[in-house]
T-cell receptor
Framework: GAGVSQTPSNKVTEKGKYVELRCDPI?????LYWYRQSLGQGPEFLIY????????DSGLPNDRFFAVRPEGSVSTLKIQRTERGDSAVYLC????????????????FGAGSRLTVL | AQSVAQPEDQVNVAEGNPLTVKCTYS??????LFWYVQYPNRGLQFLLK??????LVKGSYGFEAEFNKSQTSFHLKKPSALVSDSALYFC?????????????FGKGTKLSVKP
């Protein structure tokens, strides 16, 4: 697609429930990223995929959070036993993989999925 | 540890005046530095980046930023502000040896441009 698409745009759930958030990256982008943005804060890194595999999952806060990208395109962020502190906007981004200066890749972000845990 | 500081929560500027949004960073090795802008209900949009080379980087919508290694700063500037520049601005950094995915963001600065 033309941009990074995230669904749902808004999700309200009850404490303890399971939630899935979906990200459809830009076609041809091999790298996919998940970030979390709490109110009044900057985005916080969660996990990064290069192709189908998680290249860096050091930002996942605990084992309730899990993400997959089985075919190297669409990714799903899964949150088990949600807590009120999980309420935030979950941002997905994608990028091309650069051969040089790979750390300087520009991320294209989606509009985010706003999660509210009651 | 890598970190980014945006010391101002909000910057107020009159339309037509120059604007500066401040950013300082701490990183191991050479930094890769970025500015992103966030409009309400929209995703973050890339403005510009510094990798290496000239300290003055020019980006989208007339914005520029100056890399200052001795002061570890990367302030965003624009010679003449527009009302449409009003948005939330984020500075971000990644260390030279850092994970490609782990971009560290500041907490953001709200820019308000009044007519």
């Amino acid at each position: 697609g033309a941009g990074v698409s995230q669904t749902p745009s808004n999700k309200v759930t009850e404490k303890g429930k399971y939630v899935e958030l979906r990200c459809d990256p830009i076609s041809g982008h091999t790298a996919l990223y998940w970030y979390r943005q709490s109110l009044g804060q900057g985005p916080e890194f969660l996990i990064y995929f290069q192709g189908t595999g998680a290249a860096d999952d050091s930002g996942l806060p605990n084992d309730r959070f899990f993400a997959v990208r089985p075919e190297g395109s669409v990714s799903t962020l899964k949150i088990q036993r949600t807590e009120r502190g999980d309420s935030a906007v979950y941002l997905c981004a994608s990028s091309l993989r650069a051969e040089a200066f790979s750390g300087a890749n520009v991320l294209t972000f989606g509009a985010g999925s706003r999660l509210t845990v009651l | 540890a890598q970190s980014v500081a945006q010391p101002e929560d909000q910057v107020n500027v009159a339309e037509g005046n120059p604007l500066t949004v401040k950013c300082t960073y701490s990183v191991s090795g050479n930094p890769y530095l970025f500015w992103y802008v966030q409009y309400p209900n929209r995703g973050l949009q890339f403005l510009l980046k510094y990798i290496t080379g000239d300290n003055l980087v020019k980006g989208s919508y007339g914005f520029e930023a100056e890399f200052n290694k001795s002061q570890t700063s990367f302030h965003l500037k624009k010679p003449s502000a527009l009302v449409s520049d009003s948005a939330l601005y984020f500075c971000a950094v990644r260390g030279e040896g850092g994970s490609q995915g782990n971009l560290i963001f500041g907490k953001g600065t709200k820019l308000s441009v009044k007519p």
